[in-house]
């Protein structure tokens, strides 16, 4: 049975992208000073929800684009009564284009941005500056958005917070702390990254006018990580199917000592619905094991000839590496087992501090098989140290990216705003984590979850995705106290409202 999606999956635009978007709509046909007050209409029916009849709004404009829109916002808001004071970062004669335009709709006066009278305000509007912005804030535009913060005031942004890098998130010296943000069209990388997303508030995409056609021929494979973007592919077992239709997921265990990480892997691969699930530990460590286990099966398995002898199982169809394995060589020749077996594999932890300095070893491997690599920021960086060209860009996604095409696998980036990305260009930013998965283990539970779900047939991306916002929706729904041990028991009541 194939689920049927609700809503297309939500696309999200990087700053050159919604400048491609804006033009092809004023080629077709909308005039520009159209779509900006469409965008400063939004941007003032928000505003006035949070104000009372007659409330005191101060509008800071910047010098683009950005401004213009602020133009349009204390022109609109004047007309509904309420008392609203208006400042420029330059001068009123530099204006161009729209902005101009939009300048001239307005009566009142035109004062210094960095002088308005921030904290008399019932309501701040920032209008400094959106998506172009290309450097840190300094001088009056520093001055201006210190102000606005240090008011005190509820501050709602334009398109995004100034000072906020559109498509990293990153702040440029200084940002606007908004209380609430009125984006248009879609939103933007910032409104997921952090800590653009503690920024931005509560954060609402304005329909301008801009077609989901042209949105799309913009851009097209950036997208936020919500079901809409997996369900149709989330396995559901039929009324006839059997546990032998929907997967074998083996993980494989560590020493004696450090035998818990693949228990936990295994049980969650076991609870997101992979039929069969086997724990191969090597010897020392299978009294350990077998005293913890009950529908998890276990076999023996000592080192890489003892994984390569499990492998010629052929109904084994994907794999954990990595939680508890050791750092060593053997870890490494396990690998390359795994990836010359043609089988679907996650990769954590050890699986990929094994390979510091070693990643053209795993750029040789993964072409052989699906295969979903889970770093978090300090594995990412050992694993591709000596790489700048994945280490250096300054956006997560990119660095994300360049490591799935350098790798040929998905690379789930994990953090507060994890990435998940895939060697053809589409990536999703994850938006539902919590604080509380932020203990031991919860990341070998994540690994679980993807692997069961490539072992019933879940493309990659799409698993690691769904893996990603089921395991963060699971820890969500227990929130605080949460341990690793409870999320797997979690996942059934994450995939009863999915599949229901």
């Given at each position: 049975?194939?689920?049927?999606?609700?809503?297309p999956?939500?696309l999200?635009l990087r700053?050159?992208?919604?400048?491609?978007?804006d033009?092809?709509s004023?080629?077709?046909g909308?005039?520009?000073?159209?779509?900006m007050?469409r965008?400063g209409?939004?941007?003032a029916k928000?505003?006035a929800?949070?104000?009372t009849k007659?409330?005191?709004?101060?509008?800071?404009?910047?010098?683009?684009q950005?401004?213009?829109?602020?133009f349009?916002?204390?022109?609109?808001?004047?007309?509904?009564?309420?008392?609203?004071?208006?400042?420029?970062?330059?001068n009123?004669?530099?204006?161009?284009?729209?902005?101009?335009?939009?300048?001239k709709?307005?009566?009142?006066?035109?004062?210094?941005?960095e002088?308005l009278?921030?904290?008399?305000?019932?309501?701040?509007?920032?209008?400094?500056?959106?998506?172009?912005?290309?450097?840190?804030?300094?001088?009056?535009?520093?001055a201006?958005?210190?102000?606005?913060n240090?008011?005190?005031?509820p501050?709602?942004?334009?398109?995004?917070?100034s000072?906020i890098?559109?498509?990293?998130?990153?702040?440029?010296?200084?940002?606007?702390r908004?209380?609430?943000?009125?984006?248009?069209?879609?939103?933007?990388p910032?409104?997921?990254?952090?800590?653009g997303?503690?920024?931005?508030g509560?954060?609402e995409?304005?329909d301008?006018?801009?077609?989901?056609?042209?949105?799309a021929?913009?851009?097209?494979?950036l997208?936020?990580?919500a079901?809409?973007?997996?369900?149709?592919?989330?396995?559901?077992?039929e009324?006839s199917?059997?546990?032998?239709?929907r997967g074998?997921?083996?993980?494989?265990s560590?020493?004696?000592t450090?035998?818990g990480a693949?228990?936990?892997?295994a049980?969650?691969?076991?609870?997101?619905?992979?039929g069969?699930?086997t724990?191969?530990s090597?010897?020392e460590?299978?009294?350990?094991?077998?005293?913890?286990?009950t529908a998890?099966m276990l076999?023996?398995?000592d080192?890489?000839e003892?994984l390569?002898h499990?492998?010629?199982?052929?109904?084994?169809?994907?794999?954990v590496l990595?939680?508890?394995?050791?750092?060593?060589?053997?870890t490494?020749?396990?690998?390359?087992v795994?990836?010359h077996a043609?089988?679907?594999?996650?990769?954590?932890?050890?699986?990929?501090?094994?390979?510091?300095?070693l990643?053209?070893?795993?750029?040789?491997a993964?072409?052989?098989?699906?295969?979903?690599?889970?770093?978090?920021?300090?594995e990412?960086?050992?694993?591709f140290n000596?790489?700048?060209?994945i280490?250096?860009?300054?956006?997560?996604?990119?660095?994300?990216?360049?490591?799935?095409?350098?790798t040929?696998?998905?690379?789930?980036?994990?953090g507060?705003d994890?990435v998940?990305a895939?060697?053809?260009?589409?990536?999703?930013?994850?938006?539902n984590?919590?604080?509380?998965?932020?203990?031991a283990?919860?990341?070998?539970t994540?690994?679980g979850?993807?692997?069961?779900l490539?072992?019933?047939?879940?493309p990659?991306f799409e698993?690691?995705s769904?893996?990603?916002?089921?395991?963060a929706?699971?820890?969500?729904?227990?929130g605080?106290?949460l341990?690793?041990?409870d999320?797997?028991?979690?996942?059934?009541g994450?995939?009863?409202k999915?599949?229901?």
């Open positions: 049975m194939i689920l049927r999606l609700e809503m999956p939500e999200v700053s050159q992208e919604m400048k491609q978007a033009a092809a004023i080629a077709a909308i005039p520009g000073i159209e779509l007050r965008a209409g939004a941007v928000a505003a929800e949070m104000l007659e409330a005191k709004v101060v509008v800071a404009a910047g010098p683009g950005n401004g213009g829109d602020g349009v916002v204390a022109t609109l808001l004047v007309r509904q009564g309420h008392r609203v004071s208006l400042g420029l970062l330059g009123v004669e530099r204006l161009s284009g729209d902005a101009a335009l939009a300048a709709d307005w009566k009142g006066p035109v004062e210094a941005a002088d009278p921030f904290p008399e305000a019932d309501l701040i509007v920032d209008a400094l500056f959106g998506t172009g912005i290309a450097r840190d804030l300094y001088g009056s535009a520093r201006a958005v210190e102000r606005m240090a008011s005190g005031r501050i709602l942004a334009v398109d995004l917070p000072g890098d559109g498509d990293t998130g990153r702040v440029r010296g200084v940002a606007v908004a209380m609430r943000t009125v984006t248009f069209a879609a939103r933007k910032c409104h997921l990254l952090m800590p997303r503690a920024f931005s509560d954060v995409v304005a301008i006018g801009i077609t989901s056609k042209t949105l021929a913009s851009g097209g494979k997208f936020a990580n079901p809409s973007l997996w369900l149709d592919k989330l396995p559901r077992p009324l199917s059997h546990k032998y239709d074998h997921t083996l993980v494989v560590g020493g004696a450090r035998t693949a228990r936990l892997a049980r969650a691969a076991l609870r997101i619905g992979s069969l699930v724990v191969a090597p010897p460590a299978l009294g350990v094991n077998a005293a913890q286990l998890v076999r023996g398995c080192g890489p003892g390569h499990i492998l010629q199982d052929v109904r084994l169809n994907a794999l990595g939680p508890a394995l050791g750092v060593h060589s053997g490494r020749a396990m690998v390359a795994a990836a043609r089988r679907s594999l996650v990769l954590d932890a050890d699986a990929l501090t094994s390979f510091e300095d990643a053209s070893e795993l750029h040789q993964f072409h052989y098989a699906p295969t979903v690599l889970t770093p978090h920021d300090g990412f960086k050992r694993l000596g790489h700048p060209d280490l250096d860009p300054e956006s997560k996604i990119e660095r994300a990216h360049r490591a799935a095409v350098y040929g696998a998905v690379v789930v980036l994990k507060p994890t998940i895939s060697p053809d260009g589409r990536a999703a930013i994850n938006e984590g919590t604080p509380y998965l932020g203990t283990g919860t990341g070998d994540l690994c979850i993807i692997a069961g490539m072992a019933q047939g879940m990659p698993a690691a769904a893996g990603v916002w089921i395991h929706e699971a820890g969500a729904s227990f605080p106290g341990i690793a041990e999320l797997a028991e979690l996942v059934p994450v995939l009863r999915l599949l229901n």
